[in-house]
């Protein structure tokens, strides 16, 4: 059974930082590219960022470039977001995702909420 398991959220004044982790088993994770996602209130699912199965090739949406940092440790099949400048704006319930293809995703985890707010 897949699973994903989320970590790391929580409050934080705007230009705060905060490092998100995500646990996977379930499945052989050295094989696979891994996303984030994200759903603010109200609005549905935004990709975030994506890394391919070895590491070496990331990709952000535009909203986010420059300030987050997506990265992985097979060896603990483990799923990082290093998120520094935060704003109000990217207050939402983060998730990782497994086969994410453009409005969803075909395993994602229950989710870790980040609040960005004064």
């Known amino acids: 059974e897949v699973q994903l398991v989320e970590s790391g959220g929580g409050l934080v004044q705007p230009g705060g930082s905060l490092r998100l982790s995500c646990a996977a088993s379930g499945f052989i994770f050295s094989r696979y590219a891994l996303s984030w996602v994200r759903q603010a209130p109200g609005k549905g699912l935004e990709w975030v960022s994506t890394?391919?199965?070895?590491?070496?090739?990331?990709f952000y949406a535009d909203s986010v470039k420059g300030r987050f940092s997506i990265s992985r440790d097979n060896a603990k099949n483990t799923l990082y977001l290093q998120m520094n400048s935060l704003k109000p704006e990217d207050t939402a319930m983060y998730y990782c995702?497994?086969?994410?293809?453009?409005?969803?995703?075909?395993?994602r985890g229950q989710g870790t909420q980040v609040t960005v707010s004064s």
């Open positions: 995702a497994r086969e994410w293809y453009g409005s969803g995703a075909n395993y």
């Open positions: 890394i391919d199965s070895g590491g070496g090739s990331t």
